[in-house]
């Protein structure tokens, strides 16, 4: 069955430090992936957008890679702040539009 | 103000009622769901719909109703047949089109007593 993975453990961070978040897929051949992210008791907010012809997408302090030999994404964070504390979730979409999330990772970024 | 709004942000219900939560949204988006969250799960899709009068089941339907009469509104019904209906609701729209994304609302909270 279709699987996506990721940290279920919280990631703890230095303010100024990198973060990586990892999303891992199973018996899936994605057309895109996104990543959102969801601050507690609200709904999530989308980030960013990458293909699977795309390896590497940027926006402002963020950065997503697709390795689809892998079946992998990262998702970084360059110089983190406290307000980046949040939970990441990536979305993945084949054939249809509507995406399948993933359970979503929470970064904790310490002052 | 272009968005998505659900109400209300906190619902309480006795056993064996049924509850409906409110989804509307201004964006003039074709496609609206309805998910389901619980405490370290994903998103879980109950019912969506691409266009007005026309509604697909999600991957946990069961014990759930919808309705698509307008093309702005997407409310859902959580009767008493759902087993385990506490959780964190969560409306969306969408273009409806491929490398679509998502607009959420910010969610009702739903407690049964």
């Known amino acids: 069955s279709q699987k996506i993975e990721q940290n279920s453990e919280a990631l703890n961070i230095q303010e100024g430090k990198t973060a990586t978040l990892t999303c891992n897929y199973t018996?899936?051949?994605?057309?895109?992936l996104q990543w959102y992210r969801q601050d507690p008791g609200r709904g999530p907010v989308f980030l960013l957008l990458i293909r699977e012809n795309e390896k590497e997408k940027r926006k402002e302090r963020l950065k997503v890679t697709f390795d689809t030999t892998l079946k992998q994404s990262l998702f970084h964070i360059t110089a983190s702040q406290p307000a980046d504390s949040a939970t990441y979730l990536c979305?993945?979409?084949?054939?249809?539009?509507?995406?399948?999330f993933g359970r979503g990772t929470s970064l904790i970024v310490h002052p | 103000d272009g968005g998505i709004t659900q109400s209300p942000k906190y619902l309480f219900r006795k056993e064996g009622q049924n509850v409906t939560l409110s989804c509307e949204q201004n964006l003039n988006h074709d496609a609206m769901y309805w998910y389901r969250q619980d405490p370290g799960q994903g998103l879980r899709l109950i019912y969506y719909?691409?266009?007005?009068?026309?509604?697909q089941k999600g991957d946990i339907a069961e014990g759930y109703s919808v309705s698509r009469e307008k093309k702005e509104s997407f409310p859902l019904t959580v009767t008493s047949a759902q087993k385990n209906p506490t959780a964190f609701y969560l409306c969306?729209?969408?273009?409806?089109?491929?490398?679509?994304?998502?607009?959420f609302g910010p969610g009702t909270r739903l407690t049964v007593l």
């Open positions: 979305a993945l979409s084949g054939g249809s539009y509507i995406p399948t």
């Open positions: 969306a729209s969408s273009m409806g089109a491929r490398e679509d994304t998502q607009y």
């Open positions: 719909s691409q266009i007005v009068n026309d509604f």
């Open positions: 018996n899936y051949s994605p057309a895109y």
